[in-house]
């Protein structure tokens, strides 16, 4: 049996604690981790059972309560976290995003590597139906060579006029970025792995249009061009809601297009008639945690893996040195 570590027990560890619960049978919650004993506690009463209650994860990590973590903090607490979990040789699967410098990302690598031990980001769209089965059509070939792509993800948020409602997000400082660092980082790593190639240059447009208390932006499109010659773009806000009639994910190639969301996904040849498809529902944090615990147990490479959460965060950052130096940034 898997023990394994809450590290961060706020808001979105409470998205998490499902996919705990379908592999109960494999894994086991040990402790709960926060600065905020109460939350740490809340989340242990909500999985139930014999659990540890920690506010300092390196005592958590130095008691050998834990043999994996599940990380959800702050974002400028990853590295150290990863680091640290890492020398401690603990397997670990990490929120978004991976960390907020190429700097930071370089030590976590150093550490990953030297104690042998998994890391698994925690990009639960990849793990819903629409977005894996299309990048697994893309790779098939369905639609052939790739030209274009897009991937969305935005929504207001229209009841932080207080500062203090922000938490720790209001600071550029704390947070690393605003949205393109947050919830961009969803529609990054769709676009990234719908393109099944390697980035090459990034451009970004961002600006705060409807959040005055936020320290950094709420909305940003990027274009990335890729490898194989693929151009894809991405939105993400805070500031906005969806454009209407757009798709979560859609790629275009020489035979036709991939478009859907959630748990439906289209299939339009360049001649023939659209195809519907009705995917098993797959909750996403669910279908990672699974995800997770099958590469503790086989020791396998995961599909999120540093590799991913290293380029996703190039991309963004690229993104951001794109907007400060109004140029076309390459990767």
């Not at 976290?81 to 370089?106: F, H, M, N, R």
């Not at 693929?230 to 798709?247: D, E, I, N, R, Y």
Request: glycine residues 10%.
């Amino acid at each position: 049996m898997i023990r394994v570590g809450l590290v961060g027990c706020g808001g979105i560890m409470g998205a998490h604690l499902p996919g705990w619960r379908e592999v109960a049978d494999r894994a086991v919650v040990t402790a709960a981790c926060d600065a905020n004993e109460e939350s740490a506690k809340k989340r242990a009463a909500e999985i139930g059972g014999d659990i540890a209650i920690y506010t300092d994860w390196k005592k958590m990590l130095a008691d050998g309560v834990v043999d994996a973590v599940d990380l959800a903090l702050p974002h400028r607490l990853h590295r150290d976290a990863i680091v640290d979990a890492a020398e401690a040789g603990k397997d670990i699967l990490t929120e978004k995003p991976l960390c907020t410098s190429l700097a930071e990302a370089e030590d976590i690598t150093a550490a990953v590597n030297a104690n042998n031990v998994i890391l698994m980001c925690a990009h639960n769209q990849m793990f819903e139906p629409a977005p894996r089965t299309a990048r697994q059509w893309v790779r098939d070939g369905k639609i052939g060579r790739v030209f274009s792509l897009r991937t969305v993800d935005c929504f207001l948020i229209g009841d932080r006029m207080d500062k203090n409602a922000w938490g720790w997000r209001g600071s550029a400082a704390e947070a690393g970025g605003g949205c393109a660092l947050d919830t961009g980082y969803h529609p990054t790593y769709m676009l990234i792995s719908l393109a099944n190639a390697e980035p090459k240059e990034v451009v970004s447009f961002s600006a705060n249009y409807n959040q005055p208390t936020l320290d950094a932006e709420d909305t940003a499109q990027t274009m990335v061009r890729f490898a194989n010659g693929a151009v894809g773009t991405l939105q993400t806000s805070w500031g906005h809601f969806a454009p209407h009639g757009h798709w979560q994910i859609h790629a275009i190639g020489e035979k036709g297009q991939i478009y859907g969301r959630g748990n439906t996904l289209y299939f339009r040849p360049n001649k023939g008639e659209e195809e519907r498809h009705d995917l098993q529902p797959e909750n996403g944090f669910v279908g990672e945690i699974k995800h997770f615990v099958d590469c503790i147990q086989t020791r396998a490479t995961p599909e999120q893996g540093l590799y991913e959460g290293v380029t996703v965060l190039k991309v963004i950052l690229g993104g951001y040195e794109s907007e400060r130096t109004k140029r076309v940034v390459q990767l």
